[in-house]
Nanobody, 120 residues
Framework: QVQFVESGGGLVQPGGSLRLSCAAS????????MGWYRQAPGKQRELVAG??????NVGGSVKGRFTISRDTAKSTVYLQMNSLKFEDTAVYLC???????????????WGQGTQVTVSS
């Protein structure tokens, strides 16, 4: 069973920065990729960024402002968020695509989410 520890959310002014981290732990699986979605009230869940080995995918609305990185040895993914805007306010949800070593059936697992609020 996989568990996540997310941190780094909070309140920030427009133009400010935050760094989110998400550490996965557990036994009996391999992590294929990790990343972040976000969900704002009344809006659909949106992919923010994902990373698999050295391949990254960053959503258009945050490209050039957000950077995703991963420490494979620590099973941790980071999201550096710069030049934050009001519209970045959302719950940021960490995810990981994981393949259990026994079943070999990949599935996506979710963290509990961390709130990011951009407000003056």
């Amino acid at each position: 069973q996989v568990q996540f520890v997310e941190s780094g959310g909070g309140l920030v002014q427009p133009g400010g920065s935050l760094r989110l981290s998400c550490a996965a732990s557990g036994d009996g699986f391999n992590i294929n990729s990790m990343g972040w979605y976000r969900q704002a009230p009344g809006k659909q869940r949106e992919l923010v960024a994902g990373i698999s080995d050295s391949v990254t995918n960053v959503g258009g609305s945050v490209k050039g402002r957000f950077t995703i990185s991963r420490d494979t040895a620590k099973s941790t993914v980071y999201l550096q968020m710069n030049s934050l805007k009001f519209e970045d306010t959302a719950v940021y949800l960490c995810f990981a695509w994981i393949t259990p070593t026994v079943t070999r059936m990949a599935a996506r697992y979710w963290g509990q989410g961390t709130q990011v609020t951009v407000s003056s």
